[in-house]
Structure formats: C-alpha cells, structure tokens
C-alpha cells in the first residue's frame, strides 16, 4: 500500500492549483460552488449530468443545498452512454430556455464534455460539427459563453482539465472533436467524496483511462518536456493508488475513510494529469479504443484496458528508451521494456479488467468496422510508429485471440 498522505486526509484540507486552470481540490470542495458563484453574481445556473448520476440522493443532496443557497437552478440530466450530438442540442434548448449564466458539468467524461459544448452552442450560430477540430474554414470561436464549473464524479478522462469535447454522430457514430481553449472550464471543483460511490468495475475501467493517457502522452511524436514529465508522475500515482481505490469500492463503498479518500483523491490529481499531458498527443490504443466505442459501444476505459498491453507490445522496439524510463518511473525490478510490458496484464488482472476481447461481444465480424474507425481515427497519427491498416487488423486479432 502506498504511503498515506496526511495532507490530503487531514480535516477540512482543501488546496488549489492554478494550472491550466482554477483547481480546488480537497474533501468537500463541492460545497465551495454556491458562494463562488453568488460572488459573480451568477444565480440562473444549469447543472448537466448523466441520468445515472441525477437519481443518486448524493446528487439530488448536493441540487437541494444549491437552491436553499439563493442559486435558481436547474438540471439537464439527458447525457447518457457515449455522447451523441442530439443529447447535446437538447441542453442547449434547456440552457437557453433557463437564461443560465453558469453551466455546471457534474459527472465523468461524458456529462464534462456535453457540458462544455452547451456552453459553446448557446450563443455561437451554425451547426455543433462545424466546430470540429481542424475543419477548413470553421467560424470562430468568439461569442458569449457561459461561466463553466467542472465537477468530476469519476478519475477517468480528466476532461474538466480539458479544452475539447468528444462527441459522436447520432446516425454514424462517427466521433468528432470539438476544440478551442474556452471550452476549458474556469474552475474545477474536485472532489474525492463524490467518487467514493463509484463501483468497483467503474473504478478500474476509468482508471485505466487515465492510465492511457499518461502511457500514450509520454510515448507520442513530438518535443514536449512538460507532458513528458507530468506523465512519468501521473502513471506512478495510478500504479501506487488504483488497486487501493478499486479495494475500497468492494469492502466499504462509499465510506469515507482516511484510506479511501487518499486512494480516490489521488486518482482524481492522476485523471487531471492525464488529460493535462496528452494535449501532447496519444496513440494507437486510443484509436482502438474509439472503435471499439463506435462499433460495439464499448466503455471508452474498459476498450483502453483491454487493447493497451497488446498496443504497447506494437510500440515497444520502436521507442525502447520510453519503455525503460516507464519502468524505472514504476520501480520495476530491471527497469527494462519487457519489464513494463510484463506490469500491464498482471496490473489488469488485480483490477479485474479483461485480458482480451474475448468475452466482450466483439466479434470476427466486427472487423471489418473496426478497421474503418480506427484508420481514420485522429489519435494514431502522433504514436510513436507508424500504424497501417494491417497493423490495426492484427492488433484486434490478437486482442481476440486470434493470430
């Protein structure tokens, strides 16, 4: 077990982190919402959430304590799965007929990322995809938008940290990223004690996540000491505090103890570092992942999970020197690639998450699909070695079992 943390545990301790935005982090630092906004003179707030989360009582506790605070608030709770454009329009006639000032993402990556493109589209004209990354001639980014409130539930994807939303097609499920650094909230409340509910499959598939951000960052072409170094540290703390947050949702979900929210605020610091880092870059095995999401609606950090060992074995021979750093980052006993490469099942295997796609519902079938996501998927192009069509095709085939 890692090393407790008192700091972190100790009564009514709350820090904050200017970088790349307004960050508070501690043990009840939700509750800081409702004065932070009154002082800006912010009331007409719209909290989005996923349906899950919105008949939760900690959620339904948290609304309540927001209007008994003067806040006029209301909630669009219609995210749900992987994010498709229709989820989002709905928010933006929910936040317009609302007249809201402030937009509150309560959730994991999906609720985040829907959020931030609400506020986008409030006031912006024209269509949701025409903001998509790198589309030629996109309008700009230059109208009114809401104040933005990050508040994670799950240490997954981190996006609360992030300046891009994922969103998917209704009709082809074709993911498309929308980007511009004020999509970036300007706080993020982050919160340990609304984590500690979070089940134990959950726990490790987002965890892993994160975990694929900090390895696919650290491995992407390109110059980037800062990303580099936050994702040496990043793995590290997702190595030391994962298998103890996963423990802890089985033996006492949602109790609060010292331990428990060691584990879960430091996976919600390695989340952050993640999505931090990988402005950088990732890889093939987000490509992967993002088909297997498309094709079999797949959880993106169960997809990361499965696919990661058998993506990291592709890049190894290219990036050598990475694999070793990784593993002196993890203490490894030999601190070599095949070392690293070793850590990743036998790491999976403790969290439970899959070996393979055995299992799964991903068929021979599939194929065919996957493949056409996947090569046109924008995360590979910055791995570490080239990755072709047949490459993706035995990548999925040795997921599968299949040589």
């Known amino acids: 077990m890692a090393k407790k943390r008192e700091f972190i545990t100790r009564p009514g301790a709350v820090y904050q982190y200017n970088y790349p935005t307004r960050i508070r982090f501690g043990a009840g630092v939700r509750k800081e919402l409702a004065p932070t906004l009154l002082a800006r003179d912010l009331k007409k707030v719209l909290i989005v959430t996923d349906k899950g989360l919105a008949a939760l009582p900690v959620f339904k506790e948290f609304v309540s304590q927001l209007k008994t605070s003067g806040l006029q608030i209301s909630v669009f709770s219609g995210v749900q799965g992987n994010p498709v454009k229709s989820q989002v329009m709905d928010g933006v006639r929910a936040a317009k007929a609302h007249g809201t000032q402030a937009l509150v993402a309560v959730g994991g990556g999906a609720a985040v990322d829907v959020g931030k493109v609400i506020a986008l589209m409030m006031y912006h004209p024209g269509d949701l995809f025409d903001y998509e990354d790198g589309r030629p001639g996109a309008p700009p980014v230059d109208k009114e938008m809401p104040f933005i409130v990050g508040i994670p539930t799950t240490a997954g994807t981190g996006s609360e ?27 993020v409340l982050a919160d340990p004690e609304l984590t500690l509910g979070l089940p134990p499959l959950m726990t490790a598939a987002t965890g892993m996540d994160a975990l694929t951000h ?179 095709e035995k990548l999925f085939l040795k997921a599968l079992g299949k040589r």
Request: hydrophobic fraction near 40%.
């Open 161 to 187: 940290v992030g300046r891009s939303s994922v969103v998917s097609d209704d009709q082809t499920h074709r993911k498309v990223i929308i980007f511009d650094p004020r999509l970036l909230p300007q706080l």
């Open 214 to 392: 900090l390895i696919e960052s650290y491995l992407a072409k390109g110059f980037h000491p800062l990303a580099d170094g936050i994702a040496l540290a990043g793995m590290k703390m997702v190595a030391d505090h994962l298998p103890n947050a996963v423990k802890f949702a089985k033996t006492h979900p949602g109790k609060a103890t010292p331990e428990h929210l060691e584990a879960r605020g430091m996976m919600l610091n390695a989340a952050m570092m993640g999505a931090i880092s990988f402005q950088k870059g990732l890889g093939v095995t987000h490509s992967c992942a993002h088909a297997l999401s498309t094709v079999c609606d797949m959880h993106h950090g169960t997809a990361n999970g499965i696919m990661l060992d058998v993506c990291m074995e592709f890049n190894a021979k290219a990036v050598p020197e990475r694999f070793k750093e990784m593993a002196h980052a993890l203490r490894l006993p030999g601190g070599s690639p095949k070392a690293f490469l070793s850590w990743i099942p036998r790491f999976k295997k403790k969290l439970g998450i899959p070996a393979n796609l055995s299992g799964s519902g991903v068929t021979r079938e599939h194929l065919s699909k996957l493949l056409d996501v996947a090569e046109k998927d924008g995360c590979h192009p910055s791995n570490p070695v080239a990755v072709t069509r047949k490459d993706f």
